[in-house]
């Protein structure tokens, strides 16, 4: 019987190193799924959904409120300026002022509330705090609360975007 003398410290074999390296991987993989979820904002969870529930309602009766009055709007946008023409079918008097919220789907870390100042014949313009890209929720709101238009908008397409309310109803 012979004894082989030509063994290796076990740092310098492949074997234990490939082993470790499965779990390691997972560890690592485990952090920066950690450290993501903490960083980002999800937003999709609200704290007062029950509140929210209750305000259906009344969204339902100043959509209803904007198709009677037979309001329509364009929205276009120019780099960080937004302007608006706001009109009716009938004679209506257009506020001084009025609140463009843009709500991004997933991140409402990026919503947005732009007060739009008139400057005649039913054009109105204002400013966006933060750069718009991809698809977002658009609502157009008068400052007393009696009507509301909204729809969706892809920002990157450059397209104006038309509110009807009576196209929602």
Known sequence: MTLRNDSQPWYR??????????????IVAGIVTLWLAVVSNDGLVTDDYYKQGLAVNQRLQ?????????????I???????????????????????TLKL???????????VQMVAE??????GKLTGELAG???????????????HGEWLADT???LRLDAKAAN
């Open 13 to 26: 074999e492949r074997w234990p190193w490939l082993l470790m390296a499965g779990p390691a991987i997972v």
């Open 62 to 74: 100043r959509d209803h409120k904007a198709g009677g009055l037979g309001l329509h709007a364009d």
């Open 76 to 98: 276009m946008r120019s780099g960080d300026k937004v302007r608006l023409l706001l009109g009716a079918d009938g004679q209506v008097n257009l506020p001084p002022a009025i």
């Open 103 to 113: 709500a991004h789907p997933t991140r409402s870390g990026l919503d947005q509330a």
């Open 120 to 125: 005649g014949q039913g054009f109105y313009s």
């Open 135 to 149: 698809r977002w929720l658009v609502s157009l709101e008068d400052p007393a609360g009696e009507w509301r238009l």
């Open 158 to 160: 450059g397209e104006p």
